[in-house]
């Protein structure tokens, strides 16, 4: 391999694997073959460089992917071309018989492209395609795990730093004109004179080629000055590398599902889009959040209509409604009562912040996540624990080098017990005002309201994807890493219309870690139910201190009340610092020398949006504004009816 040379005709060929009106427009990338005259000094030079002819019986398909995993390929020309390649590639390519495409759409129907570039797309490799059992198989990187989607995006970056500072841009005309230096100055001589003599529509034209002329010339010097790097040759040979252990990997991958029965992950959304995403906030959406980190107390068993059934119930009351949170359990088979019920008051022990992160992050999947025609999606264990913050871990090669892996099964298996804990809680609706979109208005601005009561399961779970471990004791583990789920029943009423209300989760609110940052993740979290809950408040309304500590059970030292205090402020500081509200006293009190830890408990606080809610619920106060303005019309015009028809009398 020697660093290429541009002398007017293009350095590389995409091919179009798929139709053009495939739902994946699937390329392929392969240089314009490195062609050779079939001598016997010729043969004889491959063969001492390790090359040797392509076998007879290697198929169509496997000379593909000789070129997809960037391994190297001579041409040598004859009656019948003869392809040779390295010894070693032949082997890899046997053992991996995978094509590395990618998508990309073209504004052509044609089913080739000629590029200026010599490298392939950074995100060659983005789909895999796969021989067996004579039927194709595609996979998408996402499928695959994020160690291996880690070493991917590394791939992407080399070829950036390889190619750059040029592009990747089709081949044309102009980039011909410009293969040498007098070629381009003498067709730019040329067309400056036609723009500057010729007729009105050469003119236009000519100017117009000149602009393409210069941009071609431009990508031209730029890609000669990609190729004076003195390493370049080094860089490249790990690219092939790279490239070939991406291959290897998704032959992994497959022979993994295929042999162990494991399911290929379905495509994941990441619906955090600058750290922000968005989610339901209607009150009975807060409800499970607030469950997780309920008091003991606050949980109580209930009587349940059928006989064998048993009930824990949590209670969330609101101005506009109730909602429970039950945890049902049906007794079969030989268990008994009391055993039943004590693992259902286990359960409810071990909920905590970290089931409220994962919940959140499911409900926000749920409404920005890709779904199927039932209106399914999916999420994945690795998936919330990236939205959480939480990074894979690091693993050393024995070259020393360091290199991403996936997350722990331990923090995986943490995740699934959340989930686990979801499906038998059903979320109970009772007399919950609502908007009533089908009732008539009367021409008055306020709308007509009722009341509605329901229940159901927290959500409706579907497939699950279990993947086999292999733990260092030797015993299979079957782990659940996926889960498919959609909206359930008490939900519907939300979703549509006049009472969807949906707000915004910083993704800050799931970073916070939930034992050493307590107080951070359950402020923030309210905060963000609240600042959307009173969006439509010109001035917020002042909150006290010691009911707010109290719903979110952080705990107040008696015995060392400025621990309270400063770790409160500490919080709503940081919170304040990461950009997720303003805050400060409604006032400031002089509090007693002694015992002023009731007085500090009663005093109120003014909580603003930041300036990313300002701009989002800016509507909804404006609204807000035009409805109390209306309002206020109508009650003038009466009150000063009632004073004339007083003054009258």
Not at 31 to 56: F, K
Not at 130 to 152: C, D, F, G, M
Not at 344 to 360: F, G, H, P, R
Not at 442 to 471: A, C, E, V, Y
Request: with cysteine; hydrophobic share 35%.
């Amino acid at each position: 391999m020697e660093i290429p040379t541009y002398a007017g005709t293009p350095l590389s060929l995409l091919r179009r694997v798929t139709e053009p009106d495939s739902t994946i427009p699937l390329w392929l990338w392969g240089t314009t073959q490195d062609t050779r005259e079939n001598t016997a000094e010729n043969r004889e030079s491959l063969a001492a460089s390790g090359y040797q002819q392509v076998p007879s019986q290697y198929s169509d398909f496997l000379k593909t992917a000789l070129f997809s995993q960037l391994c190297e390929a001579v041409y040598l020309t004859d009656d019948q071309p003869q392809l040779w390649a390295k010894a070693s590639d032949l082997a890899h390519v046997k053992q991996h018989p995978v094509i590395l495409a990618f998508s990309l759409e073209p504004n052509t129907d044609s089913d080739t492209l000629a590029m200026l570039q010599f490298l392939p797309l950074p995100h060659m490799g983005e789909y895999a395609i796969i021989n067996s059992s004579k039927e194709l198989t595609i996979y998408n990187i996402a499928q695959l795990p994020e160690a291996v989607q880690e070493r991917w995006k590394m791939l992407n970056i080399a070829l950036r730093n390889l190619a750059a500072p040029s592009q990747w841009v089709p081949h044309t005309t102009q980039h011909q004109y410009c293969s040498d230096e007098l070629s381009y100055h003498r067709h730019l001589t040329d067309m400056r004179g036609t723009s500057l003599k010729g007729k009105k529509p050469e003119r236009d034209q000519a100017r117009e080629f000149l602009a393409q002329l210069e941009d071609a010339h431009q990508q031209v010097t730029a890609l000669h000055e990609s190729w004076l790097k003195q390493d370049w040759l080094v860089q490249w040979k790990e690219i092939t590398r790279m490239a070939q252990e991406l291959a290897a990997d998704y032959c992994a991958y497959h022979q993994n599902i295929t042999s162990t029965g494991n399911k290929p992950i379905p495509d994941i959304a990441n619906v955090f889009q600058m750290g922000i995403a968005e989610i339901f906030t209607h009150q009975p959406f807060q409800a499970y959040a607030a469950a997780t980190i309920a008091r003991s107390g606050e949980w109580q068993q209930v009587p349940a209509e059928k006989e064998n059934e048993l009930i824990l119930s949590y209670q969330r009351t609101k101005p506009s409604g109730t909602t429970y949170v039950q945890i049902r359990e049906e007794i079969t088979g030989n268990q008994s009562r009391e055993t039943a019920l004590a693992n259902m008051w286990e359960q409810t022990k071990k909920l905590s912040d970290l089931d409220a992160d994962v919940y959140l992050a499911m409900v926000a999947q749920m409404l920005k996540g890709i779904k199927d025609e039932q209106g399914n999606t999916w999420i994945t264990a690795q998936q919330v624990l990236s939205y959480r913050g939480i990074q894979p871990k690091i693993n050393k090669a024995e070259s020393g080098s360091f290199y991403i892996g996936g997350h722990r099964w331990e923090d995986i298996e943490i995740i699934a017990a959340c989930i686990k804990r979801m499906e038998n809680v059903v979320i109970k609706v009772h007399e919950q005002e609502i908007i009533d979109d089908h009732a008539p208005t009367n021409n008055k601005r306020k709308r007509p309201r009722k009341t509605i009561s329901l229940s159901s399961r927290l959500f409706m779970f579907g497939d699950t994807i279990d993947h086999k471990t292999l733990p260092l004791d030797g015993s299979p583990k079957a782990v659940t890493i996926a889960w498919q789920y959609r909206q359930s029943s008490w939900m519907v009423p939300f979703l549509e219309g006049s009472n969807r209300f949906t707000g915004l989760l910083f993704q800050k609110v799931l970073n916070y870690d939930p034992y050493h940052e307590k107080w951070e993740k359950r402020l923030s979290r309210h905060f963000m139910f609240w600042l959307r809950t009173n969006a439509s408040h010109e001035k917020k309304p002042a909150i006290t201190i010691g009911e707010l500590l109290h719903e979110l059970n952080l705990e107040t030292d008696e015995r060392f009340p400025q621990r309270t205090r400063d770790r409160f402020e500490k919080a709503m500081d940081r919170i304040t610092a990461d950009g997720l509200l303003t805050w400060d006293y409604k006032e400031k009190i002089e509090l007693p020398a002694r015992k002023w830890l009731p007085t500090w408990l009663q005093q109120h606080i003014i909580v603003e949006d930041p300036p990313v809610l300002k701009s989002q619920y800016m509507s909804i106060e404006a609204a807000a504004k035009i409805v109390r303005a209306e309002n206020r019309v109508p009650r003038q015009n009466r009150q000063k009816r009632a004073s004339d028809e007083g003054k009258n009398d």
